[in-house]
């Protein structure tokens, strides 16, 4: 916005006379760089808010300068919205914050499961392939700034191979990839190559779930099914925590590159990620 010039110390020593012989200045209202333009109703409406009283030039003042609208969590990072339209997309037996009505027997509190070892077996698979089409994405990089994510700490396939061929010792036929893990897979691919911001989106949700309402998945199925072994599915080597701070720290950095809107959209794939993840999850209790 254009801004009038304060007059200079020195025109305060002029006398009287050189006052009324000079000319009235004439005021010049010029943009600065990559502001715009100001109109002549603009003008018009200054001059009109200097000659209102002080409290309604003040209200109008105000009316005109609204503040930034900021979203939930914004002031932490970008991250940090992701988890508030996360949660509220939980329901209340999975998260206090959770807004969403149970609908399937997935989304009950994890202790109201009735888990199959063959159904546990079709998630393991699906879930391999999911990770496996994660982190190919991320090596492949078909945007520079996803090589940001390779070797994060948080890959996942390496450990489901292991899993596997550990239920494969004992006995248990290992199936095929099924339909809601290979639409998955596919899905993601897809949104890698066109899409940045919904794929981050994914991303974010597919490994940060899985390390925290995951895990009391695992837990709680391994008590039924497993006789208590804790599968490598759920280990990490090193600090859980630390991990999950790095690539938050990253998903930040990438995000402040972003306009509003490139944001609001990657918020808006939440949704998919959910039903995505969801289709994939209720396999346990098939």
Same mark, same amino acid.
């Given at each position: 916005m $254009?801004?009038? =010039? =304060?007059?200079?110390?020195?025109?305060?020593?002029?006398?009287?006379?050189?006052?009324?012989?000079? !000319?009235? $200045? !004439?005021?010049?209202? !010029?943009? !600065?760089p990559g502001t715009g333009f100001l109109q002549r109703g603009s003008f018009r409406a200054a001059r009109g808010i200097r000659n209102m009283p002080r409290k309604a030039a003040v209200v109008a003042a105000t009316t005109a300068e609204k503040p930034k609208k900021r979203y939930p969590g914004e002031a932490k990072g970008f991250v940090e919205e992701m988890r508030f339209v996360a949660m509220k997309l939980h329901t209340r037996d999975q998260a206090k914050e959770g807004e969403k009505e149970v609908k399937g027997p997935e989304e009950r509190a994890v202790t109201k499961w009735e888990p199959s070892v063959d159904g546990y077996l079709r998630f393991l698979?699906?879930?391999?392939?999911?990770?496996?089409?994660l982190e190919r994405i991320v090596e492949d990089s078909a945007f520079p700034f996803y090589a940001e994510f390779r070797n994060t700490g948080l890959e996942r396939s390496e450990k489901l191979a292991k899993d596997l061929e550990w239920f494969k010792e004992q006995g248990y036929n290992i199936p095929e990839p099924s339909s809601p893990g290979v639409t998955y897979a596919h899905h993601l691919k897809e949104l890698s190559e066109t899409d940045p911001p919904a794929f981050i989106c994914h991303f974010y949700n597919v490994y940060f779930a899985h390390s925290a309402g995951g895990r009391m998945i695992g837990k709680k199925v391994a008590e039924k099914l497993l006789d208590n072994k804790e599968l490598e599915f759920y280990k990490w080597d090193g600090e859980l925590p630390q991990l999950l701070q790095n690539v938050r720290d990253k998903l930040n950095k990438v995000a402040e590159n972003w306009t509003r809107e490139e944001k609001d959209h990657c918020l808006e794939e939440t949704e998919k990620s959910f039903k995505y993840s969801g289709d994939i999850l209720r396999l346990i209790l098939s």
């Amino acid at each position: 916005m $254009a801004s009038l =010039t =304060t007059v200079p110390h020195s025109a305060c020593f002029l006398s009287k006379t050189q006052l009324s012989e000079s !000319r009235p $200045a !004439r005021v010049s209202f !010029r943009p !600065r760089p990559g502001t715009g333009f100001l109109q002549r109703g603009s003008f018009r409406a200054a001059r009109g808010i200097r000659n209102m009283p002080r409290k309604a030039a003040v209200v109008a003042a105000t009316t005109a300068e609204k503040p930034k609208k900021r979203y939930p969590g914004e002031a932490k990072g970008f991250v940090e919205e992701m988890r508030f339209v996360a949660m509220k997309l939980h329901t209340r037996d999975q998260a206090k914050e959770g807004e969403k009505e149970v609908k399937g027997p997935e989304e009950r509190a994890v202790t109201k499961w009735e888990p199959s070892v063959d159904g546990y077996l079709r998630f393991l698979v699906d879930s391999k392939l999911v990770y496996d089409t994660l982190e190919r994405i991320v090596e492949d990089s078909a945007f520079p700034f996803y090589a940001e994510f390779r070797n994060t700490g948080l890959e996942r396939s390496e450990k489901l191979a292991k899993d596997l061929e550990w239920f494969k010792e004992q006995g248990y036929n290992i199936p095929e990839p099924s339909s809601p893990g290979v639409t998955y897979a596919h899905h993601l691919k897809e949104l890698s190559e066109t899409d940045p911001p919904a794929f981050i989106c994914h991303f974010y949700n597919v490994y940060f779930a899985h390390s925290a309402g995951g895990r009391m998945i695992g837990k709680k199925v391994a008590e039924k099914l497993l006789d208590n072994k804790e599968l490598e599915f759920y280990k990490w080597d090193g600090e859980l925590p630390q991990l999950l701070q790095n690539v938050r720290d990253k998903l930040n950095k990438v995000a402040e590159n972003w306009t509003r809107e490139e944001k609001d959209h990657c918020l808006e794939e939440t949704e998919k990620s959910f039903k995505y993840s969801g289709d994939i999850l209720r396999l346990i209790l098939s």
